[in-house]
């Protein structure tokens, strides 16, 4: 489909639909008239598939309790083999009704009270709460930015992990906010780490399909790392939400190869989750994993365009932004400190251009200055929001 008719078919006003992107700002922000860039959802209608499968549900009539069946569990396995080369097992494969309420389950789990617990910031800050709320030490290792390419402190990690009696250490990969996609390399060195101290990891993928390139930047996941070497210590949770805008049906995973792990997961996981499986959201799961690829590249495609042309857009009127290299995810994270002072970034954003951003101290103390901008979303909207910064920074000077 070419891409304008993907767009008039599938972008969508979400205006007046109970959308917290959008119909919430007069509460998150106290402005209702600014252009959402903000949560991690998209202006896109699921593929055709997913609606489908949904309306063949609901026309049945009856949303009683349901169970998972293996139909499920062999679409996802059979869609982790032919987009990442990762082979899982059905007896490994849990289910959650989302990844951040499996992290706050697993963090219970896994450590007790007071243990130290790792994460990489800036980062996603569902993380941070999911520390700080159980009552554990959060421990942290900032990532190093040099000029928007962020790469790993190793050395700092490690520590980290001494210093803290870290027990626990929590991955983001691909990594939100930043973009990065870590490598093997990385990833080996990383995982090596937490071998070497005797620390279990959870990883969050849940944005493993958005590879921006995966020629150059192809995601790699911690449970296939060295061919495996480091999945019995590792936990995965991912989830179809953010790869096809399902975010809403409140279905995910979490997959654990090693045994030993998973006995201690289902032994404690009734103490902190007793919802039932979302039945709808496992049908557009399914519907979406079987059926849903040749709308993901077309999705892929925009979140491209819509990067090129805020880059190059900033290179060209806006120089001294600094835009962090965007390797995975459909986030992008800005530096703005050169035009901006780090205190004023919050008026300049809503009150000059208009905008509702997730900002920089949402994911670290440390990135007072820094946004971050959804580009899963209409074209016009990433182009808008764009020169509504250019033309903001332009009148500062």
């Known amino acids: 489909m070419e891409r304008a008719a993907f767009i008039k078919q599938y972008a969508t006003d979400r205006k007046q639909t109970n959308s917290l992107k ?19 959802d998209m202006e896109f209608k699921v593929p055709e598939a997913v609606t489908q499968a949904l309306m063949d549900r609901v026309t049945h009539g009856v949303y009683g309790y349901s169970f998972t069946p293996d139909s499920y569990g062999q679409a996802l396995i059979d869609w982790e083999q032919s987009r990442h080369g990762m082979t899982l097992q059905k007896d490994w494969l849990r289910f959650g009704s989302g990844v951040v309420n499996s992290l ?40 190093v930015n040099d000029q928007g390419h962020y790469t790993i402190d190793f050395e700092d990690v490690e520590r980290q992990i001494k210093n803290n009696e870290v027990r626990l250490f929590i991955q983001c990969s691909p990594h939100n906010p930043v973009g990065r996609v870590w490598t093997e390399a990385e990833e080996t060195r990383l995982l090596a780490l937490c071998e070497q101290y005797n ?22 996941s911690a449970l296939t790392v060295a061919d495996g070497r480091f999945s019995d210590r590792v936990i995965v ?29 289902d032994d404690n996981i009734g103490r902190f989750s007793q919802t039932e499986i979302n039945d709808l959201g496992q049908v557009a799961g399914q519907a979406a994993y079987a059926h849903g690829a040749e709308w993901l590249e077309q999705v892929l495609d925009i979140i491209r365009d819509n990067y090129h042309y805020l880059q190059t857009t900033f290179e ?12 995975g995810t459909y986030l992008t994270w800005l530096d703005l400190r050169a035009y901006v002072e780090p205190d004023e970034i919050k008026a300049f954003i809503q009150n000059k251009c208009g905008l509702a951003v997730d900002f920089g101290e949402w994911f670290s103390p440390l990135d007072q200055g820094f946004v971050r901008l959804n ?11 764009v020169q509504r910064i ?3 920074i332009a009148e500062r000077s």
């Open 316 to 327: 060209a009127q806006a120089p001294k932004l600094v835009v962090a290299d965007l390797q």
């Open 375 to 385: 580009l899963a979303t209409d074209p016009k909207n990433v182009q808008q929001a």
């Open 390 to 392: 250019v033309t903001a």
């Open 22 to 40: 959008w119909d919430a700002l007069k509460e998150r922000y106290g402005n209702a008239d600014l252009l959402p860039m903000w949560v991690a």
């Open 199 to 220: 620390v279990l990891v959870v990883s969050d993928e849940i944005h493993q399909d958005l590879e921006i390139d995966p020629v150059q930047h192809p995601f790699v």
């Open 104 to 143: 706050y389950a697993l963090v219970n789990i896994l450590t007790n009270p007071g243990d130290g617990v790792l994460i990489l910031t800036p980062v996603y800050y569902p993380f941070f709460n999911a520390v700080r709320d159980n009552h554990r030490q959060l421990v942290t290792s900032e990532l």
């Open 237 to 265: 949770v991912n989830s179809p939400s953010k790869t096809f805008n399902v975010a809403s049906l409140l279905n995910s995973h979490v997959i654990i190869p090693d045994a030993e792990l998973r006995t201690r997961y």
